[in-house]
Nanobody
């Protein structure tokens, strides 16, 4: 059974940092590209970051570039998203997702490229 379980979400003040985690099981993690997405009510699901299966290449949305860092451990089957300098506009439900698409680099932050999804963890940034 495929499972992706996110954790680390909570309420934070602007300017602080947090790290989201995603632990996966039920598929061969090291062969899948992994992404983080976020969504607020009545808006589309926004791609935030991608890391390819090997971990050697990443891609970020312009809105989070420099502030966020995606990483993975292919032994621990775990994905992370380090989020620094939090802003109120970072408030969203954050999802991790897995893609087996060999052409992921054509549209790395497009949700339709991803096969498996977690249930999400809520991040709220407010003073």
């Amino acid at each position: 059974q495929v499972q992706l379980v996110e954790s680390g979400g909570d309420s934070f003040q602007p300017g602080l940092s947090l790290r989201l985690s995603c632990v996966v099981s039920g598929f061969t993690f090291k062969t899948y590209h992994m992404g983080w997405f976020r969504q607020v009510p009545v808006k589309y699901r926004e791609g935030v970051a991608l890391i390819i299966a090997s971990g050697l290449m990443t891609r970020y949305a312009d809105s989070v570039k420099v502030r966020f860092t995606i990483s993975r451990d292919n032994v621990k089957n775990t994905l992370w998203l380090q989020m620094n300098s939090l802003k109120p506009e970072d408030t969203a439900m954050y999802y991790c997702a897995a893609s087996g698409d060999s052409r992921i680099w054509q549209s790395p932050l497009s949700s339709d490229r991803y096969d498996y999804w977690g249930q999400g963890t809520q991040v709220t940034v407010s003073s």
